[in-house]
């Protein structure tokens, strides 16, 4: 089955800087997303993108599929921004492969 | 509104019980899933349903029965529950393309 890496695992950041996230994946996909999980657990939806570019707010998301890889970009974080950002895709078996999550902390 | 709702939120019981998770979703979608979320934080797809048809039955013991009584509803039976089976399941449903979860149960067992 696909594989599906990211990083960094563990990021530490203060309020206001910026960070990219990077999400590697070993076959082409159908569907990717970038999601958020909050202290609390929830998975939020960040963004639905099997190709090219999106932004919402101070997030923003580029998937280069011919090159097998996405990044999401994080500016002027917030510590609301903590948590575990996951990629997820799906190859065409119709149903998401995760990769194993970025862990951010954002401190004030 | 609620797109995907799971019920219950937390579920604490003993080994050897036999519980359930009931999921709904209000999307209109054709698919559902249920999704295991270990200590470790990694999340894997164990069910998916298709207008209440199983497509998706990965590695799962067979003390985990999906059911779907029909395309808004997916519910998880587990029988004789394990120690390791303490995990947050998600519930998620799609059209094809994004994929929404709802907030997860929290299954303990002790």
């Known amino acids: 089955g696909i594989q599906v890496e990211q990083s960094p695992p563990d990021l530490i950041l203060q309020e206001g800087a910026n960070s990219t996230l990077r999400c590697n994946f070993s076959?082409?996909?159908?569907?990717l997303q970038w999601f958020h999980q909050n202290p609390w657990g929830q998975l939020i939806n960040l963004f639905y993108?099997?190709?090219g570019t999106k932004q919402n707010g101070r997030l923003s998301a580029t998937t280069v599929a011919t090159e097998r890889y996405s990044l999401l970009y994080i500016s002027s974080s917030q510590t609301t921004d903590s948590g575990v950002y996951f990629c997820a895709m799906d190859t065409g078996r119709r149903a998401l492969t995760f990769g194993s999550g970025t862990r951010l902390q954002v401190q004030p | 509104d609620t797109a995907v709702s799971q019920t219950p939120k937390y579920l604490v019981t003993q080994m050897g019980n036999d519980k359930s998770i009931k999921c709904e979703q209000n999307?209109?979608?054709?698919?559902m899933y249920w999704y295991k979320q270990d200590s470790k934080k990694f999340l894997k797809i164990m069910f998916s349903?298709?207008?209440?048809?199983?497509?998706i039955n990965e590695t799962v013991p067979n003390r985990f029965s999906p059911k779907s009584p029909d395309k808004a509803h997916l519910n998880l039976h587990i029988n004789s529950l394990e120690l390791g089976d303490s995990a947050v399941y998600f519930c998620?449903?799609?059209?094809?393309?994004?994929?929404?979860f709802g907030q997860g149960t929290r299954l303990t067992v002790v």
């Open positions: 076959d082409s996909v159908n569907n």
């Open positions: 993108i099997p190709s």
């Open positions: 349903y298709n207008n209440k048809e199983l497509i």
């Open positions: 999307l209109g979608h054709d698919t």
């Open positions: 998620a449903s799609s059209q094809g393309q994004e994929a929404f």
